[in-house]
């Protein structure tokens, strides 16, 4: 199970992809062994309040968890593919 990192993410942890702790049972725990592991992330990721920033998108396979699933309480299992894009504009 890997975490992809994409735009200033993957630049802030100086990788694109990044193992996942093999203890992670949600995306959550995931997430917060990532921030653990990669401290820089974590401004950018969480607010003040330490829950993710709006238009932070989180996958599991592809599909958006805080949209089309159970948030970070989402269940993982070995060989998934995690996630994380910050917010993106263009036009």
């Given at each position: ?14 990788e ?18 990532l ?52 917010p993106?504009?263009?036009?």
């Amino acid at each position: 199970m890997e975490w992809k990192l994409f735009a200033d993410l993957a630049e802030r942890a100086g990788e694109k992809r990044i193992p996942v702790a093999d203890d992670a049972g949600t995306v959550g725990e995931a997430l917060d062994a990532l921030l653990d592991e990669h401290p820089s992330l974590a401004e950018r990721v969480l607010a003040d309040d330490g829950d993710l920033r709006d238009h932070i998108n989180v996958l599991r396979n592809g599909t958006n968890v805080l949209v089309e699933g159970d948030g970070l309480d989402e269940a993982v299992e070995a060989g998934d593919e995690l996630a994380l894009f910050p917010p993106v504009s263009g036009g």
